[in-house]
Nanobody, 114 residues
Framework: QVQLVESGGGLVQAGGSLRLSCVASGSIFSRKPMGWYRQAPEKQRELVAGITSGGSTYYVDSVKGRFTISRDNAKNTVYLQMNSLKPEDTAVYYC????????WGQGTQVTVSS
């Protein structure tokens, strides 16, 4: 059972930046495509960025050019660098497998004030 621990969220003004981290337990992490998801109040959880084991990336249109996903397989860690943050980026952010997500971690709250 893979366990996921997200961190790095906080309160930031519009235009600011945050860097999220997600540490995953489990020896197969380095082979798994991973993703960052977010869930805003009263909205469904959505995938915002994905990264393959080889480093190829995917971004939803609303974050392209502002967010960057990366990973360090030696540290079992996935990162999300978020720049030029907007109030609409406010959500709880989670990481999980890119395909067939397993159990979710507690997430990390990102709040962007206008």
């Amino acid at each position: 059972q893979v366990q996921l621990v997200e961190s790095g969220g906080g309160l930031v003004q519009a235009g600011g930046s945050l860097r999220l981290s997600c540490v995953a337990s489990g020896s197969i992490f380095s082979r798994k495509p991973m993703g960052w998801y977010r869930q805003a109040p009263e909205k469904q959880r959505e995938l915002v960025a994905g990264i393959t084991s080889g480093g190829s990336t995917y971004y939803v249109d609303s974050v392209k050019g502002r967010f960057t996903i990366s990973r360090d397989n030696a540290k079992n860690t996935v990162y999300l660098q978020m720049n030029s943050l907007k109030p609409e980026d406010t959500a709880v952010y989670y990481c999980n497998a890119r395909w067939n997500p397993g159990a979710w971690g507690q997430g990390t709250q990102v709040t962007v004030s206008s």
